[in-house]
Each structure stands twice: as C-alpha cells, then as structure tokens.
C-alpha cells in the first residue's frame, strides 16, 4: 500500500495566516491526491481532487500543489470556519489511502 | 440536493455480523461507484471497499478482504455493506462515499453520509 505522511501532525495559526499543509507519498502518485477537511462530529468534505482542482463550493482560499511525492494544500487567509482536521489521500492505486492528518487550530 | 444516509450501525458481540445501509438520494445512484470508508474515533481514515456502478465488481481492503460484502440495490437506491466475525478492530465509524467520478472510479470521495458507529464489545 502507498503511504501517505503529512507535516505537521497539528498547527495553530491566526486569522488572516497563510496556512501550508505537506503531505508526501512513498511512491509516485502522479497528481492522484485530494484534500478532506473535517470538523468534530462531522463527515470528511471534499475540497480539492487531482491535486489542484478545487470542489464547487470550496472557498477560492483553498489551494493544492505538487506531483509525484510532493503535495500542499495552501489556505490563503486562514478564517475562523477553517479551525479543522485535513487528511490528504492518494487515488492513484488501490487502495485508495489517507495521511494521518492535520489538526488546525486558531490562536 | 445529493444526499446519503448510513444506518444498520450499533452494539454487536465479537464474532457477531452486522448490516449497513447506506440511502443515496438526490442524483442517479445507478451512474456512480460507491465506496466504504471507516474511522476509528479520533483516529484517521481507512478505505474499506468501492462497488461499481451495476454491482458487478467489487474491492476490498485486506483488512476486510473475506470478512466483508459490499453490496447495491440501484432499484432502491441504497448501498450495503454486510460484516461478518466482527471484532474489536473493526470498531469504528462507517461512512459511505461517493466517487468523485461520473460512470468510473476516481477514487476520491464526494459527498460522505454522516457515518454510522459500529461497535464490537462483548
């Protein structure tokens, strides 16, 4: 199974920060990543799939980069709303597997 | 709007079986693969298994692979997951998922139900 590892394990940030997640797969998923963010309580919401394409809906601050190994997941200007868990997962092979996850909090 | 919603979840023995439930509504359920996902409370996600659009193919974790049936009904919409010799491992919180794709497996999860909790004890 390709092993997803995000950085850091958990970050606290202000409001207005720019925020940037890492998650690196131990092989070559070619663009096959997308971003989950979850709050307490609730389901994972999808917010960027392929890498860089973001969900209808996401707000334009959310951003993705990379290829290969190498993924981030960007929040512009980090708002109140975005106080969460995000996990990173590979789609490229079988099976589909996720980072251990983000824990981001609002100073 | 798309909708889905897990039941079947509770209190089972170990070696006991359980049945999940997932409702799809809100888009054409028979277009789309479909997908298990399942969380440890507090802990992160683990992939279970995806179905094809008309029931014909299936996947598994090895975690589950035996253990576990996914299922679908398109007549009725819903999704199903069927576990058997449960034990304590397979305590979490089960979600069903649609694929990010139209038609195909893309393999990225777009909507979530809300999650059903299973949990093994005796």
């Known amino acids: 199974d390709i092993q997803m590892t995000q950085s850091p394990s958990s970050v606290s940030a202000s409001v207005g920060d720019r925020v940037t997640i890492t998650c690196r797969a131990s092989q070559g998923i070619y663009s096959w990543l997308a971003w989950y963010q979850q709050k307490p309580g609730k389901a994972p919401k999808l917010l960027i799939y392929?890498?860089?394409n973001l969900q209808s809906g996401v707000p334009s601050r959310f951003s993705g980069s990379g290829s290969g190994t190498d993924f981030t997941l960007t929040i512009s200007s980090l708002q109140p709303e975005d106080c969460a868990t995000y996990f990173c997962q590979q789609s490229h092979i079988t099976p589909p597997t996720f980072g251990q996850g983000t824990r981001l909090e609002i100073k | 709007e798309v909708q889905l919603v897990e039941s079947g979840g509770g209190l089972v023995q170990p070696g006991g079986s359980l049945r999940l439930s997932c409702a799809a509504s809100?888009?054409?359920?028979?277009?789309?693969?479909m997908h298990w996902v399942r969380q440890v409370p507090g802990k992160g996600l683990e992939w279970v298994s995806r179905?094809?659009?008309?029931?014909?193919?299936?996947s598994y974790a090895d975690s589950v692979k035996g253990q576990f049936t996914v299922s679908r009904d398109n007549a009725k919409n819903t999704l199903y997951l069927q576990m058997n010799s449960l034990s304590a491992e397979d305590t979490a919180v089960y979600f069903c998922?649609?694929?990010?794709?139209?038609?195909?497996?893309?393999?990225?999860?777009?909507?979530w139900g809300q999650g059903t909790l299973v949990t093994v004890s005796s």
């Open positions: 179905i094809n659009s008309d029931g014909s193919s299936t």
């Open positions: 809100g888009f054409t359920f028979s277009s789309y693969w």
């Open positions: 392929a890498t860089s």
């Open positions: 998922a649609r694929d990010g794709v139209v038609g195909a497996h893309g393999d990225w999860f777009d909507p």
